[in-house]
């Protein structure tokens, strides 16, 4: 059972442009929802982070939406660049020990 | 501060032998993590730990196995590797305040080790 659906699987983006990756999960026990960004050959890194306290939280150029109705959320990337290419994760935690649930990951890339 | 740290980078196994993966963190964090990731799969949890002497199953533990004996070392050991179990095999860790609340928490992943079974 896939608890965190994550689309599309592959996106390209004009630089410049607006990168959106999509999420939904069907646990609503989920209270912690963040992204990680990975880059080839390197481990994933934490990008933002929400709860579901806020429909809204912006870091830089990095934006996530939360809709706690549809159990859905969202990453938009504001102005794309080429350094922005790699994989996106989407994940959600709902406290427990067991860490974080992933969706299979969003490989976006930038062209100049 | 070196964070998470992962041993071997590459490694490359035979049917039915066995290896250890090393991981170690020296950000005195309380959980420690093992994911695999295969291409298109996401990141899927083998096994963690709460602490040192406490480790429990993932998602994807069948073919491993971990020991905690200290804070900052949380080894895999794989068994009578098999093909399924050539993959990308990150370490993690995270510190959490309350016993049993690991979300919500950063998780530090290391680097990967690379391992492919033939």
């Known amino acids: 059972q896939q608890q965190v659906k994550q689309s599309p699987q592959s996106l390209i983006v004009q630089k410049g442009g607006i990168s959106i990756i999509n999420c939904a999960y069907e646990n609503t026990a989920f209270d912690y929802f963040p992204w990680y960004q990975q880059f080839p050959g390197k481990g994933p890194a934490l990008l933002i982070a929400?709860?579901?306290?806020?429909s809204e939280k912006k870091e830089g150029r990095f934006t996530i939406s939360f809709n706690k109705s549809a159990k859905q959320f969202s990453l938009h990337i504001m102005d794309s660049q080429p350094g922005d290419s790699a994989t996106y994760f989407c994940a959600a935690s709902g406290g427990g020990a067991d860490g974080l649930t992933f969706g299979k990951g969003t490989h976006l890339i930038i062209q100049p | 501060n070196a964070g998470v740290t992962q041993t071997p980078k590459f490694r490359i196994l035979k049917i039915g032998q066995s290896m250890t993966l090393q991981c170690t963190q020296d950000?005195?964090?309380?959980?420690m993590y093992w994911y695999r990731q295969d291409p298109g799969m996401g990141l899927k949890l083998i096994y963690y730990s709460v602490g040192a002497g406490i480790t429990d199953k993932g998602e994807v533990p069948n073919g491993y196995n971990v020991s905690r004996s200290t804070t900052e070392d949380f080894p895999l050991r794989l068994e009578l590797a098999a093909p399924s179990q050539t993959s990308v095999y990150f370490c993690a860790s995270s510190y959490s305040s309350s016993s049993g609340q690991g979300g919500g928490n950063t998780i530090y992943f290391g680097e990967g080790s690379w391992l492919t079974v033939v």
């Open positions: 929400i709860r579901p306290d806020v």
């Open positions: 950000m005195n964090h309380n959980y």
